[in-house]
């Protein structure tokens, strides 16, 4: 069956895509641009003296011993973000899926959180959890359990994967919900006719079929993790305690925005971009395959 | 009918604006925010109401770093304010940036107008001034690091609630009966790199930093792992271990630990004091920061933190004249006094000072003159006259993170403050070779 559309016209195709292609150009390439170009320059804040420099600012990065280490730490967060938030949702949007009554409700429940700032949502869970004052200490305080993130590193990062990991789940239930309710219904009902349980139904019917939901989701929530995080640190744990938060794109923001130090955080970007131009690449390439569309 | 309201509409707008033109405007970005910024509108207010030519418009634009930023964009793309409300931290990185700014001392001689610079806190004008003393920004809101106690739970422990530790020596006295008597929290601090290394350096006499704590040169290096701030900082880390110190944070978290009831002991800024008196349900008392008490010449005086008001630069004469005037009216002792009793920063001139004492505020708000008392406990030295560190942002983050390893018990305090200087001169290098 062949998928592609013709145009007849030569122009119309062009002029379709061509709002798209100046969005990118505009707000992705030139910036990205712009971000090379000032990763070879020492700058003062002002912009008032402006030395090349070479890649002077890379050597300062790769020299630096803390921002090695948060490479680690940029891949236990976004691992961790991208498979508790993709399985979760998919877990979500199957049980929403099958829910007869209300279920309009719940649909919107979960597609909520999705209209939430990631700073509001992080100072939302930073309160649940507040080492004092919180009422999830409480309760864990209850339990036994010694809840200080201020302190706790690993406690601090648990805290930004969930703060993060819920902003993602609504917009991941929704492509999976959506994917569910494409598959065709007979398939599943001519499985358990043949004796199929539920969990054999999901694997080897539904999951696969949701492949193409999957990989796009794993594209984007990588992405997510990797660019779209910082506001939930910022407002949470400011990348510590000591290092313990600080992902790549914290540090980026952190010594751009706030330090003004416009050629460090000019070189980390470019190499937070090549990273995950390099990741996406990596899952066209590999997982991609194991894709059925 | 739509045309008449339209003419009309034309006319109010060509009215107001020739106005507006008649009148110089001077634009002010600052980030007091809530009650602080009610105070600086009815100063700038004031001043509107008092003359014709000029008229202030103040701007509340976030945070520190986010107004401090937005001015760097708008400098960058041609615009901005005239007067620019920039923090502490931020002090080097406006004095290096020639030609972003204009200094005070350049913009009164201009206007002609009558200033003394000598009339300020010696603390405060060392901070704000180059090293020929030439003051280069203009000091607004002054505070410093006070230790607050807990009355009532110094109380509990069989304390005498009136005498606070002086020492750190009867602070751990004071914690271990503390913790013994039930208290969840001893002590906790806000600002830790503030109180624990920046005034914990002046408050002995040793320097933060080489060559004046920066004020004396851009080639600096942090001495801030020397013997005594190794010995310091093992003992907090010590303390944290012990239950008898609970870390709150890095910036201002500890505050509302102390307020709560929650933490007996606490050391933050001046301008908590007005927090903790709208939240404490407690007797409580504001004392000096507590000093070892076997170093020379310690305790020293403490140095201030808050902001200051740049003059920014590339704009037209008029605007600087207005400027000029508005920065005359602002150093009034009236109109300081006004400032220091409604917002609970410090007074920052001698003759403010003298006014407040006078008008019998002190004996109303009993402490409220600490702070001025802390820092001008001595006359101030080359290592407690403040600090001037390029991207301080960044070198104040790094001691923060390098605290924290301490105090969760993963670094011994002297790793940890030699890689603070270590990263932290990397940082300084980075600024030297930047503003060459």
């Given amino acids: ?293 | 009918m739509k045309i008449k309201i339209l003419a009309i509409a034309l006319l109010t707008i060509g009215l107001t604006s020739t106005n507006a033109q008649a009148q110089t405007e001077i634009q002010w970005w600052h980030s007091m925010g809530g009650a602080l910024g009610e105070a600086l509108n009815g100063l700038a207010n004031k001043f509107n109401a008092s003359q014709k030519d000029y008229k202030v418009v103040a701007t509340f634009k976030g945070s520190y770093p986010e107004s401090m930023t937005a001015a760097i964009a708008a400098f960058r793309a041609g615009s901005g304010p005239n007067l620019l409300q920039v923090f502490e931290v931020g002090n080097a990185t406006m004095m290096a940036a020639k030609g972003a700014i204009v200094p005070v001392a350049t913009v009164m001689a201009d206007a002609k107008e009558p200033f003394n610079p000598k009339a300020y806190l010696p603390t405060v004008t060392g901070y704000y001034s180059d090293v020929k003393g030439n003051l280069l920004s203009f000091p607004f809101n002054s505070s410093t690091v006070m230790f607050y106690i807990n009355k009532d739970a110094f109380k509990k422990a069989g304390l005498d609630p009136n005498k606070a530790p002086k020492t750190w020596k009867e602070v751990l006295a004071a914690a271990e009966k503390l913790k013994a008597s039930g208290q969840q929290c001893v002590y906790t601090t806000s600002w830790p790199s503030w109180m624990h290394i920046e005034n914990f350096s002046a408050w002995h006499n040793v320097p933060i930093g080489t060559k004046q704590n920066g004020m004396g040169g851009l080639d600096t290096v942090f001495t801030i792992n020397s013997p005594l701030h190794v010995r310091h900082i093992a003992m907090l880390g010590d303390m944290s271990k012990k239950g008898l110190f609970t870390y709150a944070g890095r910036t201002n978290q500890g505050d509302a630990k102390f307020s709560s009831g929650e933490c007996a002991m606490f050391s933050g800024s001046a301008g908590a004091q007005a927090g903790i008196k709208k939240a404490a349900k407690f007797d409580w008392s504001i004392n000096f920061i507590p000093y070892h008490d076997d170093v020379k010449g310690a305790p020293q005086n403490s140095i201030i933190g808050g902001a200051s008001v740049w003059v920014m630069g590339g704009k037209k004469p008029a605007e600087y004249k207005g400027v000029a005037k508005f920065l005359a009216f602002l150093s009034q002792p009236e109109i300081q006094m006004e400032w220091h009793t409604g917002t609970g920063y410090v007074p920052i001139t001698q003759a403010s000072y003298e006014l407040t004492r006078k008008s019998g505020f002190y004996d109303k708000n009993p402490g409220a003159d600490m702070p001025v008392k802390q820092l001008t406990n001595k006359a101030p030295t080359e290592n407690s006259k403040g600090l001037r560190f390029g991207n301080f942002v960044q070198g104040r983050t790094v001691i923060e993170e390098e605290l924290e390893e301490v105090f969760a018990g993963k670094k011994d305090a002297k790793t940890a403050l030699d890689d603070a200087v270590k990263r932290g001169n990397e940082i300084l290098r980075q600024f030297e070779a930047a503003n060459k």
């Fill in chain 1, 1 to 293: 069956m062949e998928k592609r559309v013709v145009f007849r016209s030569a122009w119309l195709p062009y002029a379709l895509v061509a709002p798209q292609i100046a969005i990118t150009l505009v707000f992705f390439f030139w910036p990205a641009v712009q971000a090379v170009w000032y990763s070879f320059q020492l700058q003062d804040a002002f912009g008032l003296k402006t030395q090349f420099v070479g890649l002077l600012n890379f050597a300062h990065l790769f020299r630096d011993g803390n921002y090695l280490a948060s490479f680690k730490t940029t891949a236990v967060f976004s691992v961790a973000v991208a498979g508790a938030g993709i399985s979760i949702s998919l877990l979500l949007a199957t049980m929403a899926d099958r829910v007869l009554r209300g279920a309009m409700a719940y649909k919107t429940l979960l597609i909520w959180p999705y209209a939430v700032a990631p700073a509001i949502a992080g100072v939302l869970w930073a309160f649940l959890f507040a080492p004092s004052i919180g009422i999830v200490t409480y309760v864990l305080k209850g339990w036994g359990v010694d809840w200080n993130w201020i302190l706790k590193g690993d406690q601090a990062m648990l805290l930004v994967v969930i703060a993060s990991v819920w902003k993602e789940i609504s917009y991941n239930f929704l492509f999976f919900l959506a994917g569910l309710q494409s598959i065709p219904k007979p398939l599943i009902e001519a499985a358990a006719i043949d004796g199929a349980g539920p969990a054999r139904r999901f694997w080897t019917i539904v999951f696969p079929l949701l492949s193409p939901t999957t990989f796009f989701l794993l594209v984007v929530n990588i992405v997510y993790a990797f660019f779209d995080t910082f506001g939930v640190i910022d407002a949470t744990t400011q990348g510590g305690p000591g290092q313990a938060t600080n992902i790549l794109v914290y540090k980026v923001y952190h010594d751009g925005i706030k330090a003004a130090d416009f050629g460090g955080s000019s070189a980390q970007s470019v190499i937070l971009m090549f990273i995950v131009i390099a990741l996406t690449v990596v899952q066209f390439r590999y997982i991609e395959k194991k894709v059925e569309y």
